[in-house]
């Protein structure tokens, strides 16, 4: 892993001066005071970090602290946050190739595996064009599913409808699938909770992989797993980002109150 990177702290909204610290090259996603009402409830309130161009980034808290809603703004997938998101030097709003093109820059991984009721071919090719498909080099394939952990399950039944799949498979099939777009940035949001010991283990090392070449930003409840990826922490409570910074110090020295809690009994009174 780029330990340049992991001395790149998350920045919270409190210290905004910490902004200048990052070489504005080093950055490929910056969010200041993001917030997002959904049906009258304020659920993300003015939350800002960045991330930096590569290395793991890891986003932890409670049940309903909004990691899942935070993810989905960064990938548009809601759009009436008020605050900035820039990503790679573009506003999110004003992205060159309109949102459709941001998403296939940015892969989300979502929490529940979605999946398109065709074969597991078919959806590992599902976003890229006919062109695409029709240029994609003949190992391709083969070589997302080995990034995701799922080639020796798979190899011999790629026709068969992805249905057929159990949970963990088809949240392995997920990640393939934004694989094949190539993305420059991945959101996975607890990629591996349904997953054996042994594909969680091919996972964390093919996250560990890709993100020498980009930002990777992983929510999960799995505090080893927290501590064995390594890089930046950003911890939430109630739609708040409470603290970030470098996975070693916050897990040996945790600087409030509520992380400490957090990582003590598993909950926050942040309110
Ligand atoms: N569309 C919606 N309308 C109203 N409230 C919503 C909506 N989506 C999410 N929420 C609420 O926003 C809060 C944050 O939800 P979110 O799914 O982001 O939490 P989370 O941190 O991902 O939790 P978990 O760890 O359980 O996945 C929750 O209280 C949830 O009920
Ligand atoms: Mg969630």
Redesign the pocket.
């Known amino acids: 892993m780029n330990t340049k990177n992991n001395k790149i702290a998350a920045i919270p909204a409190e210290v905004p001066q910490q902004v200048a610290a990052h070489n504005a090259g080093d950055i490929s996603l910056h969010a200041s005071k993001l917030s997002l009402a ?2 009258g ?1 304020n ?1 993300l309130r003015n939350i800002s970090f960045s991330l930096p161009a590569q290395g793991i980034n890891i986003l932890i ?10 993810l989905r703004c960064l990938n548009l997938l809601h759009t009436d946050w008020c605050g900035e998101l820039r990503i790679m030097g573009h506003h999110a709003r004003c992205w060159p190739e309109g949102e459709d093109g941001l998403r296939r820059t940015i892969g989300l991984i979502a ?1 529940k595996p979605t999946l398109f009721p065709c074969s597991i071919q078919q959806n590992i090719v599902f976003g890229l064009s006919r062109t695409e498909r029709n240029h994609m080099p003949e190992n391709r394939i083969e070589k997302v599913l080995k990034q995701a952990a799922l080639w020796d399950e798979v190899k011999n039944r790629l026709h068969d409808q992805a249905a057929t799949l159990s949970v963990g498979q088809q949240q392995r099939l997920c990640i393939a699938r934004a694989l094949m777009l190539s993305p420059k940035m991945l959101l996975l ?2 990629p591996t909770a349904s997953l054996d010991p042994r594909s969680r283990q091919f996972i964390e090392a093919s996250l560990l992989e890709l993100a020498q070449n980009m930002p990777v930003l992983c ?1 999960t ?1 799995d505090i080893e797993q927290a501590k064995r990826l390594g890089g930046q922490i950003i911890f ?1 409570c109630e ?1 708040r980002l409470i603290e970030s910074g470098d996975s070693k110090s916050f897990f040996k020295h945790p600087n409030r109150i509520e992380s400490r809690e957090f990582l003590q009994w598993s909950v926050c009174d942040c309110s």
Not at 61 to 66: L, Q
């Open positions: 959904l049906e409830k659920i808290g409670p049940s309903g602290a909004g990691k899942s809603t935070l929490q949001d607890e929510v409840h939430m739609g």
